[in-house]
């Protein structure tokens, strides 16, 4: 049997899972590389392993809500993320869907009284 704490933790991840894309589409509105971006979620308070974020960046790229630019005339290539016009659409109904939910939610944890 599961103890509270691992039952916690697999649910956290659930949670995080639903939420990375809304996180990661605002934070590219300007180009960014990945070790960067990985930095700002982390500073955030978002932990994300590196391991997480590049599939999530392809799988955004290949959906055509981010692009991607080599960036090759510093000391190292890096390769640059940013979001798409429809990568700005998804994530303006993302955060109305996220805005409205947690307006629910707060009203369903209060024991249903109306705001």
């Known amino acids: 049997?599961?103890?509270?704490e691992e039952i916690l933790n697999g649910l956290s991840q659930e949670l995080?899972?639903?939420?990375?894309?809304?996180?990661?589409?605002?934070?590219?509105?300007?180009?960014q590389y990945g070790y960067s971006l990985v930095q700002r979620l982390c500073g955030a308070g978002m932990p994300t392993e590196a391991g997480t974020l590049y599939p999530l960046l392809r799988r955004l790229?290949?959906?055509?809500?981010?692009?991607?630019?080599?960036?090759?005339?510093?000391?190292?290539?890096?390769?640059?993320?940013?979001?798409?016009?429809a990568g700005r659409e998804v994530y303006g109904r993302l955060r109305i869907q996220w805005q409205e939910m947690t307006e629910a939610i707060g009203r369903i944890l209060d024991g249903?009284?109306?705001k």
């Open 61 to 85: 790229e290949k959906q055509g809500l981010l692009t991607s630019e080599w960036e090759t005339e510093g000391a190292k290539p890096r390769k640059y993320y940013a979001v798409t016009p």
């Open 112 to 114: 249903g009284k109306e």
């Open 16 to 31: 995080r899972r639903g939420t990375i894309v809304m996180c990661v589409l605002s934070q590219l509105m300007q180009p």
């Open 1 to 4: 049997m599961e103890t509270p």
